[in-house]
């Protein structure tokens, strides 16, 4: 092959996990290896999830022993968690060494990794302190590791998901964390870059999937793979879109009497919608920075219902002006009663938009199901039906 092993490594971390593991079938493993060691940890699991099962036995055998026990290990935590980016430890050292014993095996240790803390650790590989090189560097060569060392260690633990792991990392702006199971054993490390990287791919992935674009559709996709993976939802977006448009058959007899009703109708649509996708940013936004403890939903939901209710007057109240204007401009009999059938359907719109906006997600979540996963199709749908149904409706009831 062509590709030097920095490009394989750029090609991989630009391509979908499917795809780099396809074209990690047409490199050495030796090649293979070496690339995945370089690109984020998460993105090097995803791709040895999708690499069939004699080439990832094959690259396993041809990485660094302890970086294949690494990332067998990680498999068993979530794709979202802290355990999918772990790295070996490898400066890791008993309490009783001394500076001058731990300095020499340092020497060679870091020929073959980037060190930035050492690691004390038990008999049971319990964590017990870290170690800083300065502290080493200026320390008198016969003192214990266990007099030199930072007894209060923060870790995080392998099953946190990111967006927890994040929170709990933000102000703390260290380079390396370990992660510790339960017992405080030491399990690996997570550099703090490589957690905010792995959370930034996933947020990137939010706005696709809201709509029905995949998170692992990426720009070299080739197009028959795209078609296969967006094409479902728009077919699912055809059929709630027949819905809405069924909801305004039900009404063709109110159309045909009042014409100046069909003119409104992509007013109502589109801002009912504005006012859903609204609340639903704010509610993926707090899901996705875990603002949203359980039990704080219904707080949630009722905030983004006022803010419907008070969205809905005040766009309600020009849209109306501007229905009984234009009726009134056509000579309609009835402009005053139209423009508080807009006025009306607009605050009640918006109301249940806000409401489906909060409660889509939040109702996604609860069946374990991704919340940006085609929140918008449902969203849209919702939307639509509510506010031409209200909007029609209350012209029916009011007007004929």
Same mark, same amino acid.
């Given at each position: 092959?062509?590709?030097?092993?920095?490009?394989?490594?750029?090609?991989?971390?630009?391509?979908?996990?499917?795809?780099?593991?396809?074209?990690?079938?047409?490199?050495?493993?030796?090649?293979?290896? %070496?690339?995945?060691?370089?690109?984020?940890?998460?993105?090097?699991?995803?791709?040895?999830?999708? =690499? #069939? #099962?004699?080439?990832?036995?094959?690259?396993?055998?041809?990485?660094?022993?302890?970086?294949?026990?690494?990332?067998?290990?990680?498999?068993? /935590?979530?794709?979202?968690?802290?355990?999918?980016?772990?790295?070996?430890?490898?400066?890791?050292?008993?309490?009783?060494?001394?500076?001058?014993?731990?300095?020499?095996? !340092?020497?060679?240790?870091?020929?073959?990794?980037?060190?930035? /803390?050492? /690691?004390?650790?038990?008999?049971?590989?319990?964590?017990?302190?870290?170690?800083?090189?300065?502290? *080493?560097?200026?320390?008198?060569? #016969?003192?214990?590791? %266990?007099?030199?060392?930072?007894?209060?260690?923060?870790?995080?633990?392998? #099953?946190?998901?990111? @967006?927890?792991?994040? %929170?709990?990392?933000?102000?703390?702006?260290?380079?390396?964390?370990?992660?510790?199971?339960?017992?405080?054993?030491?399990?690996?490390?997570?550099?703090?870059?490589?957690?905010?990287?792995?959370?930034?791919?996933?947020?990137?992935?939010?706005?696709? @999937?809201?709509?029905? &674009?995949?998170?692992?559709?990426? =720009?070299?996709?080739?197009?028959?793979?795209?078609?296969?993976?967006?094409?479902?939802?728009?077919?699912?977006?055809?059929?709630?879109?027949?819905?809405?448009?069924?909801?305004?058959? $039900?009404?063709?007899?109110?159309?045909?009497? &009042?014409?100046?009703?069909? &003119?409104? =109708?992509?007013?109502?649509?589109?801002?009912?919608?504005?006012?859903?996708?609204?609340? *639903?940013?704010?509610?993926?936004?707090?899901?996705?920075?875990?603002?949203?403890?359980?039990?704080?939903?219904?707080? !949630?939901? $009722?905030?983004?219902?006022?803010?419907?209710?008070?969205?809905?007057?005040?766009?309600? !109240?020009?849209?109306g002006l501007g229905m009984w204007a234009y009726a009134a401009w056509m000579g309609h009999a009835q402009s005053m009663m139209l423009g508080v059938v807009v006025f009306a359907a607009m605050v009640a719109s918006c109301i249940i938009s806000g409401f489906c906006g909060a409660l889509i997600p939040l109702i996604l979540r609860r069946f374990g199901t991704d919340p940006a996963t085609a929140s918008g199709i449902f969203l849209t749908t919702a939307t639509d039906i509510v506010s031409m149904g209200i909007f029609l409706g209350l012209a029916r009831w009011l007007i004929l």
């Amino acid at each position: 092959m062509t590709e030097t092993p920095d490009s394989l490594q750029d090609a991989l971390a630009r391509r979908a996990p499917h795809e780099a593991a396809a074209m990690l079938q047409d490199h050495s493993d030796e090649d293979g290896a %070496k690339a995945l060691q370089a690109v984020n940890p998460m993105i090097a699991q995803q791709i040895l999830a999708e =690499l #069939d #099962d004699q080439k990832r036995c094959s690259i396993l055998a041809a990485s660094p022993i302890e970086k294949a026990h690494q990332w067998m290990h990680n498999q068993q /935590y979530p794709e979202d968690s802290v355990g999918w980016l772990m790295e070996p430890p490898v400066a890791v050292f008993r309490p009783q060494m001394t500076i001058r014993e731990t300095i020499d095996a !340092l020497r060679v240790l870091t020929k073959k990794a980037f060190i930035t /803390y050492g /690691y004390v650790t038990d008999d049971n590989n319990r964590l017990i302190g870290v170690l800083v090189m300065r502290d *080493l560097m200026l320390g008198e060569p #016969d003192k214990l590791l %266990k007099d030199v060392m930072w007894p209060n260690v923060f870790s995080l633990r392998p #099953d946190m998901a990111l @967006t927890e792991a994040m %929170k709990a990392t933000v102000n703390r702006h260290f380079p390396v964390y370990p992660v510790c199971d339960h017992e405080h054993r030491l399990l690996g490390l997570v550099r703090g870059q490589t957690l905010f990287e792995a959370r930034a791919i996933e947020i990137s992935a939010q706005a696709g @999937t809201m709509v029905g &674009v995949e998170k692992e559709e990426r =720009l070299t996709t080739p197009v028959g793979r795209s078609l296969k993976l967006r094409h479902p939802w728009l077919q699912v977006n055809l059929i709630t879109a027949f819905a809405a448009a069924g909801v305004v058959g $039900m009404f063709q007899d109110t159309l045909d009497k &009042v014409l100046l009703l069909a &003119v409104f =109708l992509p007013v109502m649509a589109g801002q009912s919608g504005n006012a859903g996708f609204q609340a *639903l940013a704010v509610a993926l936004r707090g899901i996705t920075l875990g603002d949203i403890p359980p039990g704080q939903e219904r707080r !949630l939901v $009722m905030k983004e219902g006022l803010l419907g209710f008070l969205n809905g007057v005040l766009v309600g !109240l020009t849209a109306g002006l501007g229905m009984w204007a234009y009726a009134a401009w056509m000579g309609h009999a009835q402009s005053m009663m139209l423009g508080v059938v807009v006025f009306a359907a607009m605050v009640a719109s918006c109301i249940i938009s806000g409401f489906c906006g909060a409660l889509i997600p939040l109702i996604l979540r609860r069946f374990g199901t991704d919340p940006a996963t085609a929140s918008g199709i449902f969203l849209t749908t919702a939307t639509d039906i509510v506010s031409m149904g209200i909007f029609l409706g209350l012209a029916r009831w009011l007007i004929l």
